[in-house]
Protein backbone atom coordinates (compact mmCIF):
# COMPACT_ATOMS: atom_id res chain seq x y z
CA UNK A 1 0.00 0.00 0.00
CA UNK A 2 1.41 3.59 -0.36
CA UNK A 3 3.30 4.77 2.30
CA UNK A 4 3.36 1.67 4.00
CA UNK A 5 6.91 1.03 5.29
CA UNK A 6 7.48 -2.63 7.12
CA UNK A 7 8.33 -2.78 10.75
CA UNK A 8 12.21 -2.03 11.05
CA UNK A 9 13.11 -0.73 7.62
CA UNK A 10 14.57 2.68 7.00
CA UNK A 11 15.26 5.39 4.91
CA UNK A 12 17.67 4.31 2.19
CA UNK A 13 20.19 7.13 2.76
CA UNK A 14 20.14 6.23 6.45
CA UNK A 15 21.05 2.54 5.45
CA UNK A 16 24.27 4.05 3.32
CA UNK A 17 25.26 6.20 6.46
CA UNK A 18 24.55 3.31 8.85
CA UNK A 19 26.76 0.80 6.34
CA UNK A 20 29.52 2.99 5.67
CA UNK A 21 29.91 3.28 9.43
CA UNK A 22 29.86 -0.65 10.36
CA UNK A 23 32.64 -0.70 7.21
CA UNK A 24 34.82 2.32 8.77
CA UNK A 25 37.78 1.19 11.06
CA UNK A 26 37.28 1.70 14.10
CA UNK A 27 38.64 5.31 15.71
CA UNK A 28 42.26 5.50 17.40
CA UNK A 29 42.79 8.23 19.73
CA UNK A 30 46.24 10.29 19.18
CA UNK A 31 46.81 9.32 23.14
CA UNK A 32 46.80 6.10 21.76
CA UNK A 33 48.71 6.09 18.51
CA UNK A 34 51.94 5.83 18.21
CA UNK A 35 53.70 8.56 16.51
CA UNK A 36 56.43 7.77 14.48
CA UNK A 37 58.77 10.76 13.63
CA UNK A 38 61.35 10.42 10.91
CA UNK A 39 65.13 10.84 11.70
CA UNK A 40 66.35 14.68 11.01
CA UNK A 41 69.96 15.13 10.28
CA UNK A 42 71.22 18.64 10.86
CA UNK A 43 74.73 19.70 10.10
CA UNK A 44 75.61 19.27 13.46
CA UNK A 45 75.53 15.56 13.29
CA UNK A 46 77.86 15.40 10.75
CA UNK A 47 81.84 16.31 11.14
CA UNK A 48 82.63 19.07 9.33
CA UNK A 49 85.12 18.50 6.17
CA UNK A 50 86.91 21.52 7.06
CA UNK A 51 87.07 23.73 10.61
CA UNK A 52 88.76 27.15 11.14
CA UNK A 53 91.04 27.37 14.26
CA UNK A 54 93.59 30.40 15.65
CA UNK A 55 96.67 29.40 17.44
CA UNK A 56 98.72 31.59 20.43
CA UNK A 57 102.58 30.97 19.78
CA UNK A 58 105.67 31.30 22.03
CA UNK A 59 109.06 29.99 22.28
CA UNK A 60 112.69 30.37 21.79
CA UNK A 61 114.87 31.55 18.27
CA UNK A 62 118.25 30.62 18.47
CA UNK A 63 119.26 33.03 16.16
CA UNK A 64 122.66 34.20 13.78
CA UNK A 65 123.14 37.55 12.31
CA UNK A 66 125.11 37.49 9.72
CA UNK A 67 127.18 39.84 7.93
CA UNK A 68 130.02 41.46 5.74
CA UNK A 69 131.31 43.95 8.58
CA UNK A 70 134.33 41.59 8.69
CA UNK A 71 135.58 43.12 5.51
CA UNK A 72 135.39 46.49 7.37
CA UNK A 73 135.71 46.74 10.88
CA UNK A 74 135.27 42.95 12.73
CA UNK A 75 135.54 39.49 12.40
CA UNK A 76 132.54 38.47 14.21
CA UNK A 77 128.55 37.49 14.00
CA UNK A 78 126.01 37.82 16.36
CA UNK A 79 124.76 35.08 17.84
CA UNK A 80 121.58 34.80 20.40
CA UNK A 81 119.25 33.57 22.34
CA UNK A 82 115.63 35.62 21.44
CA UNK A 83 112.17 35.32 22.83
CA UNK A 84 109.63 35.16 19.94
CA UNK A 85 105.83 34.74 19.76
CA UNK A 86 102.82 35.30 18.03
CA UNK A 87 99.44 33.83 16.06
CA UNK A 88 98.03 32.32 13.20
CA UNK A 89 94.69 31.96 11.66
CA UNK A 90 93.65 29.31 9.81
CA UNK A 91 91.93 26.20 7.91
CA UNK A 92 92.22 22.34 8.66
CA UNK A 93 90.85 20.04 5.68
CA UNK A 94 90.02 16.52 6.74
CA UNK A 95 92.38 13.96 4.80
CA UNK A 96 93.26 10.25 4.63
CA UNK A 97 95.10 9.74 7.42
CA UNK A 98 95.50 13.49 8.84
CA UNK A 99 94.29 16.90 7.51
CA UNK A 100 95.98 19.66 5.95
CA UNK A 101 96.34 23.30 7.29
CA UNK A 102 96.71 26.34 5.35
CA UNK A 103 97.35 29.53 7.93
CA UNK A 104 99.07 32.80 8.02
CA UNK A 105 101.19 33.75 10.47
CA UNK A 106 102.71 36.56 11.90
CA UNK A 107 105.22 37.17 14.65
CA UNK A 108 108.01 39.17 16.44
CA UNK A 109 111.39 38.72 17.90
CA UNK A 110 113.11 40.19 20.29
CA UNK A 111 116.76 42.53 19.77
CA UNK A 112 119.84 40.50 18.75
CA UNK A 113 123.10 42.52 20.10
CA UNK A 114 126.73 42.04 18.57
CA UNK A 115 129.40 44.16 19.53
CA UNK A 116 131.92 45.12 17.52
CA UNK A 117 136.03 45.17 17.43
CA UNK A 118 137.55 47.74 15.33
CA UNK A 119 140.32 45.37 14.16
CA UNK A 120 140.44 45.35 9.98
CA UNK A 121 141.42 48.55 9.97
CA UNK A 122 145.30 49.22 9.91
CA UNK A 123 146.75 51.24 12.89
CA UNK A 124 143.02 51.83 13.79
CA UNK A 125 141.48 50.96 17.11
CA UNK A 126 137.81 51.48 18.34
CA UNK A 127 134.58 49.25 19.14
CA UNK A 128 130.53 49.63 18.08
CA UNK A 129 127.48 47.73 18.27
CA UNK A 130 125.20 46.07 15.76
CA UNK A 131 121.82 45.35 16.66
CA UNK A 132 118.66 43.94 14.79
CA UNK A 133 115.67 45.23 16.49
CA UNK A 134 112.04 44.48 16.09
CA UNK A 135 112.64 41.66 14.00
CA UNK A 136 109.29 40.32 12.40
CA UNK A 137 107.71 37.80 9.99
CA UNK A 138 104.46 37.07 8.13
CA UNK A 139 103.79 33.62 6.42
CA UNK A 140 101.64 31.61 4.62
CA UNK A 141 102.11 28.32 5.77
CA UNK A 142 100.92 24.74 4.83
CA UNK A 143 101.26 21.93 7.30
CA UNK A 144 100.44 17.92 6.43
CA UNK A 145 99.44 16.17 9.88
CA UNK A 146 99.85 12.47 10.33
CA UNK A 147 97.52 10.95 12.71
CA UNK A 148 99.52 8.71 15.00
CA UNK A 149 96.97 7.43 17.62
CA UNK A 150 93.03 9.44 17.77
CA UNK A 151 95.11 12.51 19.83
CA UNK A 152 98.29 12.34 18.83
CA UNK A 153 99.67 13.75 15.37
CA UNK A 154 102.98 14.37 13.45
CA UNK A 155 103.22 17.29 11.22
CA UNK A 156 105.75 18.78 8.13
CA UNK A 157 105.38 21.77 6.29
CA UNK A 158 106.75 25.09 5.71
CA UNK A 159 105.89 28.16 4.16
CA UNK A 160 106.66 31.53 2.63
CA UNK A 161 106.74 35.71 3.06
CA UNK A 162 107.97 38.58 4.03
CA UNK A 163 110.21 39.98 7.06
CA UNK A 164 112.29 42.56 8.44
CA UNK A 165 113.97 44.67 11.51
CA UNK A 166 115.36 47.66 12.25
CA UNK A 167 119.07 47.44 11.75
CA UNK A 168 121.55 49.81 13.70
CA UNK A 169 125.22 50.26 13.66
CA UNK A 170 127.13 52.30 15.66
CA UNK A 171 131.03 52.87 16.54
CA UNK A 172 133.87 54.61 16.41
CA UNK A 173 137.96 54.47 15.99
CA UNK A 174 140.99 56.65 15.97
CA UNK A 175 143.57 56.16 13.69
CA UNK A 176 147.31 56.60 15.18
CA UNK A 177 148.93 59.85 14.97
CA UNK A 178 145.39 61.54 13.82
CA UNK A 179 143.20 62.96 16.52
CA UNK A 180 139.82 63.58 15.46
CA UNK A 181 138.01 60.04 15.83
CA UNK A 182 135.79 58.85 12.75
CA UNK A 183 132.78 57.67 13.62
CA UNK A 184 130.20 55.34 11.44
CA UNK A 185 126.52 54.54 12.21
CA UNK A 186 123.40 54.75 10.72
CA UNK A 187 119.81 53.21 11.48
CA UNK A 188 117.84 51.65 8.40
CA UNK A 189 115.00 49.58 8.17
CA UNK A 190 114.74 46.92 5.73
CA UNK A 191 112.15 44.43 4.48
CA UNK A 192 113.01 40.99 2.47
CA UNK A 193 111.67 37.68 1.57
CA UNK A 194 111.52 35.19 4.11
CA UNK A 195 110.97 31.07 4.46
CA UNK A 196 110.20 28.72 7.05
CA UNK A 197 110.37 25.02 7.16
CA UNK A 198 109.72 22.56 10.31
CA UNK A 199 107.58 19.72 11.92
CA UNK A 200 106.11 19.00 15.19
CA UNK A 201 103.66 17.11 17.06
CA UNK A 202 100.34 18.00 18.71
CA UNK A 203 97.89 16.66 20.84
CA UNK A 204 94.16 17.08 21.51
CA UNK A 205 93.24 17.90 24.93
CA UNK A 206 89.68 17.82 24.05
CA UNK A 207 87.47 17.92 20.20
CA UNK A 208 88.27 21.84 20.15
CA UNK A 209 91.86 22.16 21.86
CA UNK A 210 95.21 21.20 20.43
CA UNK A 211 98.57 21.40 22.29
CA UNK A 212 101.75 21.89 19.11
CA UNK A 213 105.49 21.48 20.19
CA UNK A 214 107.38 22.26 16.92
CA UNK A 215 110.39 23.19 15.33
CA UNK A 216 111.47 25.45 12.94
CA UNK A 217 114.08 27.39 10.55
CA UNK A 218 113.17 30.72 9.82
CA UNK A 219 115.34 32.37 7.55
CA UNK A 220 115.39 36.04 6.19
CA UNK A 221 117.19 36.75 2.58
CA UNK A 222 120.25 38.96 2.41
CA UNK A 223 119.87 42.99 2.72
CA UNK A 224 121.48 46.44 3.52
CA UNK A 225 121.74 48.73 5.68
CA UNK A 226 123.63 52.17 4.73
CA UNK A 227 126.48 52.92 7.16
CA UNK A 228 127.62 56.78 6.98
CA UNK A 229 131.30 57.35 8.37
CA UNK A 230 132.30 60.86 9.62
CA UNK A 231 135.67 62.13 10.59
CA UNK A 232 135.03 64.20 13.48
CA UNK A 233 131.90 66.51 12.19
CA UNK A 234 132.52 66.15 8.24
CA UNK A 235 130.92 63.26 6.21
CA UNK A 236 133.33 60.93 4.41
CA UNK A 237 131.32 58.70 2.58
CA UNK A 238 128.40 56.02 3.11
CA UNK A 239 129.06 52.13 2.28
CA UNK A 240 126.06 49.13 2.52
CA UNK A 241 126.32 46.50 5.07
CA UNK A 242 125.20 43.52 3.74
CA UNK A 243 123.48 41.01 6.40
CA UNK A 244 120.94 37.91 6.70
CA UNK A 245 119.54 36.64 9.09
CA UNK A 246 117.96 32.97 10.19
CA UNK A 247 117.07 30.96 13.39
CA UNK A 248 116.74 27.47 14.73
CA UNK A 249 112.99 27.99 16.72
CA UNK A 250 111.49 26.03 19.54
CA UNK A 251 107.82 26.80 19.51
CA UNK A 252 104.94 26.14 21.82
CA UNK A 253 101.53 26.97 20.63
CA UNK A 254 97.67 26.33 21.97
CA UNK A 255 95.20 25.59 19.11
CA UNK A 256 91.51 26.34 19.58
CA UNK A 257 88.87 25.27 16.51
CA UNK A 258 85.65 27.03 15.81
CA UNK A 259 86.39 29.74 18.30
CA UNK A 260 83.35 31.49 17.71
CA UNK A 261 81.08 28.25 17.56
CA UNK A 262 79.04 29.88 20.77
CA UNK A 263 78.13 32.96 18.58
CA UNK A 264 76.62 31.27 16.33
CA UNK A 265 73.84 29.52 18.60
Known amino acids: MPGFRPAGSMPGWLGVVVGLVCLAPPFVGAS ?16 SPRRFYVTGIVGSSFA ?3 DDLAARYTGSSANGT ?3 AGGALGMEFDRPLGAIRAEVEGRGRDSLHDTLSVTRIPLATGSG ?6 TWSTMVNVWRDVSVTEDVDLYVGGGIGAGGSTSRVNGHYQLTGI ?9 DTAQSFAWQAGCGTKWALSERV ?7 FFALDATTTPVTRME ?3 WRGTEDIRHAFSAGE ?16
Open 232 to 234: GGF
Open 129 to 134: TWVAAD
Open 64 to 66: TLT
Open 32 to 47: DAELVVPDVITTADVD
Open 210 to 216: ELDLGYR
Open 250 to 265: LLFSVRIYEPFRALRR
Open 82 to 84: LFT
Open 179 to 187: APDFFFGGP
